[in-house]
């Protein structure tokens, strides 16, 4: 436990050494207490504009107790609503089994029960014998509104009438991932399952750089993976330590192999990403960096390495009609690899491709959560491939060998975060300061389990 005399630190303060109590992974009580203090006050990123895409198309959401349904109204607007009836509380679409949410194409929402119905404006449209009631239905003119908003392609919810707005919230992430025109990506796959671990235990297991040399050995074949983290607010993003002589796109996810000859290890660290992560790289740049070794000499250095390979593979894209955002070096650089959203959204970003997390509890037993990921890219016009959420166990064999790594620990973190010889997580300063910052601003929230400064 963290020490009853320390001083809860501050953003500036998260240079130095922390601890926190594990509290928030394993505590039922702790679990409970999210619903109010957190779920319910805080921007949740719920689902892509694409998926609905037309006036009646909807989508539900839920989370512990909470089920949301959003819809396209007749003016093509989209409006969010707690998904429960007035009259006696019965949903009104039920999510189907096995499924990760409800989704499709009404003119009105009924209520299966007594037959009521609502517009998608949420207004009450139909109440069988209405007279009854003699007048007197106060709070059931309608379904209880939910604020909604969109930005970067996604549509996102909060169920507190009196929050800040969309905007307001995800800055500065917002402004820093806006050049990279996410909202131009569609998904090329996306699969969810439910996880033995806590919601925080999973998104950890992406928000740093540090377990690369041990969690994926594969790739120190291909280079150094050191890494930076940056406090953002309430948010943070994370990034790789660049050479001073090359390109700051280096920083960022889209890198050269810098081991032996940076033509053959960028091309086999490609091969292998695509092959083993399925994640963070298209056909297009595995296609170019295979063809670094014939249009570029031996002994060419990484950072003209770099900066051929991305510029063949952008031309390659616009041949087939698929164009890059224009994204200065500099900024692609200090914007990372990845931008944690608080409380439970990461968006890993590049100029044509993204990975992008999320989890949630999927009850209030501490030790579950429900894990989702989706790989984005860019399309030519008129070829985006129609992708649905697939349920998948936690296994190698059903996300990938990557992926399968990462999980490998997250189960193994929730039992020793439960240890009596457990005195709190101590991340890194510098690699893992978006684990720290995360815990300070969910510290914020909930009233407990504030970061405080490890003693020298």
């Given at each position: 436990?963290?020490?009853?005399?320390?001083?809860?630190?501050?953003?500036a303060?998260?240079?130095?050494?922390?601890?926190?109590?594990p509290?928030?992974?394993?505590?039922?009580?702790?679990?409970?207490?999210?619903?109010?203090?957190l779920?319910?006050?805080?921007?949740?990123q719920v689902?892509?504009?694409?998926?609905?895409?037309?006036r009646?198309?909807?989508?539900?959401?839920?989370?512990l107790?909470d089920?949301?349904?959003?819809?396209?109204?007749?003016?093509?607007?989209?409006n969010?609503f707690?998904?429960?009836?007035?009259h006696?509380?019965r949903?009104?679409?039920?999510?189907?089994?096995?499924?990760r949410?409800?989704?499709?194409?009404?003119?009105?929402?009924?209520?299966?029960?007594?037959?009521?119905q609502?517009?998608?404006?949420?207004?009450?449209?139909?109440?069988?014998?209405?007279?009854?009631?003699?007048?007197?239905?106060?709070?059931?003119?309608?379904?209880?509104p939910?604020?909604?908003?969109?930005?970067g392609?996604?549509?996102?919810?909060n169920m507190?009438?009196?929050?800040?707005?969309?905007?307001?919230?995800?800055?500065?992430?917002?402004?820093?991932l806006?050049?990279?025109?996410?909202?131009?990506?569609?998904?090329?796959?996306r699969?969810?399952?439910?996880f033995?671990?806590?919601?925080k235990?999973?998104?950890?297991a992406?928000?740093?750089?540090?377990?690369?040399?041990?969690?994926?050995p594969?790739?120190?074949?291909?280079?150094?993976?050191?890494?930076?983290?940056?406090?953002?607010g309430?948010?943070s993003?994370i990034?790789?330590?660049?050479?001073?002589d090359?390109?700051?796109?280096?920083?960022?996810?889209?890198?050269v192999?810098?081991?032996?000859?940076?033509?053959?290890?960028?091309?086999?660290?490609?091969n292998?990403?695509?092959?083993?992560?399925?994640?963070?790289t298209?056909?297009?740049?595995?296609?170019?960096?295979?063809r670094?070794?014939?249009?570029?000499?031996?002994?060419?250095?990484?950072?003209?390495?770099?900066?051929?390979?991305?510029?063949t593979?952008?031309?390659?894209?616009?041949?087939?009609?698929?164009?890059?955002?224009?994204?200065?070096?500099?900024?692609?650089?200090?914007?990372?690899?990845a931008w944690?959203?608080?409380?439970n959204?990461?968006?890993?970003?590049?100029?044509?491709?993204?990975l992008?997390?999320?989890?949630?509890?999927s009850?209030?037993d501490?030790?579950?959560?429900?894990?989702?990921?989706?790989?984005y890219e860019?399309?030519?016009?008129?070829?985006?491939?129609?992708?649905?959420?697939?349920?998948?166990?936690?296994?190698?064999?059903?996300?990938?060998?990557?992926?399968?790594?990462?999980?490998?620990?997250?189960?193994a973190?929730?039992?020793?975060?439960?240890?009596?010889g457990?005195?709190?997580?101590?991340?890194n300063?510098?690699?893992?300061k978006a684990?720290?910052n995360?815990?300070?601003?969910?510290?914020r929230?909930?009233?407990?389990?504030?970061?405080?400064?490890?003693?020298?």
């Amino acid at each position: 436990m963290t020490d009853k005399n320390s001083t809860p630190v501050s953003e500036a303060e998260l240079e130095s050494s922390i601890v926190y109590t594990p509290e928030a992974y394993i505590c039922e009580d702790y679990a409970r207490a999210e619903r109010d203090k957190l779920w319910r006050k805080v921007w949740l990123q719920v689902g892509r504009v694409e998926d609905v895409p037309e006036r009646g198309n909807f989508i539900t959401y839920e989370i512990l107790d909470d089920s949301l349904l959003i819809a396209r109204n007749a003016q093509g607007e989209l409006n969010a609503f707690h998904n429960v009836c007035p009259h006696r509380g019965r949903r009104l679409v039920d999510t189907p089994e096995g499924e990760r949410n409800a989704q499709g194409k009404r003119n009105k929402f009924f209520c299966g029960f007594h037959g009521w119905q609502f517009d998608l404006d949420g207004e009450n449209a139909h109440i069988p014998h209405k007279e009854d009631w003699q007048g007197s239905l106060q709070g059931c003119d309608g379904l209880t509104p939910v604020q909604c908003d969109t930005w970067g392609g996604w549509i996102w919810i909060n169920m507190d009438p009196e929050c800040e707005p969309l905007r307001e919230y995800l800055e500065p992430a917002a402004s820093m991932l806006d050049p990279f025109q996410l909202e131009n990506m569609r998904c090329r796959w996306r699969k969810w399952g439910e996880f033995d671990c806590n919601w925080k235990v999973a998104l950890e297991a992406f928000n740093e750089t540090y377990h690369v040399q041990t969690t994926h050995p594969e790739f120190n074949r291909y280079g150094q993976f050191h890494g930076w983290a940056k406090a953002q607010g309430k948010h943070s993003n994370i990034g790789y330590d660049s050479p001073k002589d090359m390109d700051e796109n280096q920083s960022a996810k889209l890198r050269v192999g810098t081991k032996d000859d940076p033509r053959i290890s960028t091309a086999e660290m490609m091969n292998y990403t695509w092959e083993k992560a399925n994640t963070n790289t298209t056909q297009t740049l595995v296609d170019a960096a295979n063809r670094l070794a014939d249009e570029l000499p031996e002994g060419t250095p990484p950072g003209e390495v770099l900066q051929h390979w991305l510029a063949t593979a952008r031309k390659d894209d616009e041949a087939r009609g698929v164009v890059w955002p224009d994204v200065d070096p500099k900024h692609v650089g200090e914007s990372g690899t990845a931008w944690q959203i608080f409380p439970n959204f990461q968006v890993g970003h590049a100029v044509n491709n993204m990975l992008c997390y999320s989890a949630r509890p999927s009850s209030y037993d501490p030790n579950k959560c429900i894990f989702e990921a989706a790989v984005y890219e860019l399309y030519p016009e008129g070829e985006e491939p129609v992708t649905k959420w697939e349920y998948c166990e936690p296994t190698s064999e059903a996300w990938c060998h990557v992926l399968g790594q990462d999980f490998s620990n997250m189960a193994a973190v929730q039992k020793g975060m439960r240890s009596f010889g457990f005195s709190g997580p101590k991340p890194n300063p510098y690699s893992e300061k978006a684990t720290a910052n995360f815990h300070r601003n969910l510290a914020r929230y909930m009233g407990v389990g504030a970061p405080v400064k490890l003693k020298p």
